[in-house]
């Protein structure tokens, strides 16, 4: 089934505001076997999103629109497929209904103004809001469908998470069922991690292998087809296999699961602790680290050494490594680590020192020079890298390293 998606409003052109629906929409859509082939944007402009419906469904087989299905004059877009398929709009009292509910609820009279959202085209099935006030609608015409959703992100997504993906699984039954699993993917190049797997890719029918690399991990998603859900998995399950022979620990997590998410789990199975003395990455690993809910389990605290005399007088490195070796050096970190811990009584210490740039250099260290050590059970260790990028995306790389590195200390404990 072809898919166009339509993101409406006049900010969007300004770029006034990002488009976040679209991008939402045709993950979803394609993970749910639908093929978006076409993505429009179009302003609040009658004759102009007429044309761009019209398009859309001579080329598709569903169109969905974002935004336009509000209170004011310039929410139209209901209005104009209205026009465009002859339905005539009428007022829909359970909406109406819906929108006093939410007003009466939160105290307030309803501006006569939201009645227009009650205004739905003749033959429409409606979708209830939520997280808002304007329904969404669905428009079925000759085989094509239309599917109208609100512009505000929250509402678009519980709508179509609540009731768009249902209608499609009931209406295209026949498309089969199909399971996706994301495996993530970290410390191994896009070609490397292509060469090792490069048999099963050319092979794949059911189910499907892509890569994608992405925020410097590499994404393997296999996405199985079957007639149940059960078998659909087992595919992705042989599959999964095989590949996780051949990757070993490379793979630290699936689907939504965040590095810092894995780490944390593995954390507080193993009962560890960690204490972090960061540097060029400004607090950015202990920050990563808690994001996670719960985190106070295992995180102990850092410090934020990014001067010579913080390494020094609240870390305690001493003036000779840094003097010798220079504050970006293996040693420096090495002593980084193993302080933070002792100070911090952890079970694990981590130490990053580095040269995020721009600025920085010297002859023998250039910018993206980053040393990772660790200090814990299983003794210390000691990991160099040489990152390329802006400074944010050599922060962003040190703290993914960094979480990565400890995911692999902690598994040998
Ligand atoms: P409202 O009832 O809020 O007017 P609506 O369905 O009429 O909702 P719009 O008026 O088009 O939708 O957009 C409302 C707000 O939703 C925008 O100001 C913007 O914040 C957000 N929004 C709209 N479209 C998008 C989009 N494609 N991506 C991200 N945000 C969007
Ligand atoms: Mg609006």
């Not at 993206?368 to 814990?376: C, F, P």
């Amino acid at each position: 089934m072809i898919v166009e998606i339509i993101s409406t409003g006049t900010e969007l052109l300004l770029g006034q505001i990002v488009n976040t629906n679209a991008p939402w929409l045709a993950q979803q859509l394609n993970e749910l076997g639908f093929s978006v082939v076409y993505q429009s944007t179009v302003g609040d402009n009658r004759e102009r999103m007429s044309q761009v419906f019209n398009i859309a469904l001579n080329r598709a087989d569903i169109v969905i629109t974002s935004g336009g299905l509000g209170p004011t004059q310039g929410d139209i877009t209901k209005e104009v497929s209205a026009d465009l398929l002859n339905r005539k709009p009428c007022l829909h009292q359970p909406s109406v209904a819906r929108i006093e509910k939410y007003f009466s609820g939160r105290g307030i009279a309803m501006p006569e103004s939201n009645l227009r959202q009650a205004m739905i085209p003749a033959d429409a099935i409606v979708l209830d809001n939520d997280q808002g006030t304007a329904p969404g609608v669905i428009l079925e015409e000759n085989n094509k469908i239309i599917i109208h959703l609100p512009g505000p992100p929250s509402e678009l997504k519980a709508m179509f998470t609540h009731s768009v993906i249902p209608y499609l699984n009931r209406r295209y039954s026949t498309q089969g069922i199909i399971v996706s699993r994301v495996l993530r993917v970290y410390g191994i190049g896009e070609s490397s991690l292509e060469a090792k797997i490069q048999d099963l890719v050319k092979a794949q029918v059911n189910p499907t292998i892509a890569l994608l690399a992405k925020d410097s991990e590499i994404h393997i998603r296999l996405t199985a087809k079957s007639e149940d859900a059960c078998e659909a998995q087992k595919a992705i399950e042989s599959v999964e296999r095989v590949i996780r022979d051949r990757l070993g620990n490379s793979i630290f997590g699936t689907d939504a699961d965040s590095l810092e998410m894995v780490v944390g789990q593995l954390l507080r199975e193993k009962k560890l602790t960690v204490a972090l003395a960061e540097s060029c990455t400004g607090g950015l690993i202990s920050s990563r680290l808690t994001d996670i809910a719960g985190s106070s389990d295992y995180v102990i605290g850092g410090i934020v050494c990014y001067s010579n005399s913080v390494k020094r007088d609240f870390v305690g490195v001493p003036e000779e490594i840094l003097q010798s070796y220079g504050a970006v050096s293996e040693p420096t970190a090495l002593s980084m680590a193993s302080n933070i811990k002792h100070k911090f009584g952890a079970a694990i210490g981590i130490g990053v020192t580095g040269i995020a740039g721009p600025g920085g250099a010297v002859a023998d260290k250039p910018v993206g020079l980053v040393y990772i050590a660790i200090d814990g059970p299983k003794g210390s260790r000691c990991f160099e890298f040489h990152f390329s990028g802006h400074r944010k995306g050599i922060k962003q790389r040190t703290s993914q390293a960094a979480l990565f590195e400890l995911q692999r200390y902690a598994l040998e404990i």
